[in-house]
């Protein structure tokens, strides 16, 4: 870990700080002329913190993906009753081994990422994510022969870039949900082009939707 990850973890907490005193929980009850409601399901305003753990494909045969983690705080908006337009932050880890017939090496990259997301709610147990993001380069580490006494790699393995992403919430119980998610990983200036250093991404996460102030 180094300090952009505190950056961003300081940043999670102090918006959870503000949510939790927030009292802007406007609810679509004018859309539904029910009783007995559920009031956390119909509100506009929501938000979600997510840990998830992921393996990266790259186009390029000869490397071979790692387990590594991303941690997410992301805010949605519903405008309809189904659909909602979404945003947040990303702190993103990657890692894989690249191996040819000279040597062997260990990256871990790591991106802190701004998502824009469509969401579709066909039900309180299912939620439906598809979107893009932008993602801003941090660092490329690699070592040489094994995964320890890691050396920043300064021309970096691929810098900012942009994504296109789909993913799956499924509530498991209460507030609790589990995520697994699609995302493809290409640089900024391509985004449609197929190239070496461009990767497929699947994660599986755990989230919880975070409450809010219910005051009318």
């Not at 950056?7 to 929980?25: A, D, G, H, P």
């Not at 590594?68 to 945003?87: C, D, E, I, Q």
């Not at 391509?190 to 809010?212: A, C, M, P």
């Amino acid at each position: 870990m180094n300090f952009s990850f505190f950056r961003v973890l300081i940043v999670i907490i102090c918006l959870n700080f503000v949510e939790t005193f927030s009292q802007s929980s406007d609810l679509l009850i004018q859309q539904y002329r029910k009783h007995n409601f559920d009031i956390e399901y119909y509100k506009k305003f929501n938000s979600i913190i997510k840990f998830s753990v992921n393996k990266i494909k790259l186009i390029d045969l000869k490397s071979e993906g790692s387990i590594n983690y991303n941690l997410s705080k992301l805010f949605y908006f519903r405008f309809k009753k189904s659909v909602a337009l979404g945003t947040g932050i990303e702190y993103k880890n990657y890692s894989f081994e690249y191996s040819n017939s000279i040597d062997k090496k260990f990256y871990r990259i790591k991106y802190i990422s701004f998502p824009l997301f469509f969401k579709i709610i066909p039900s309180k147990k299912i939620n439906l994510n598809f979107g893009f993001s932008f993602n801003k380069y941090i660092s490329t580490y690699f070592s040489e022969i094994d995964k320890s006494n890691f050396i920043l790699d300064e021309k970096s393995f691929l810098k900012n870039s942009t994504s296109l992403m789909f993913s799956l919430n499924y509530f498991i119980w209460k507030k609790f949900f589990v995520s697994p998610s699609f995302m493809i990983q290409n640089s900024s200036k391509n985004t449609f082009k197929e190239e070496i250093n461009n990767f497929r991404v699947i994660s599986i996460g755990v989230g919880y939707k975070l409450f809010s102030d219910f005051r009318k």
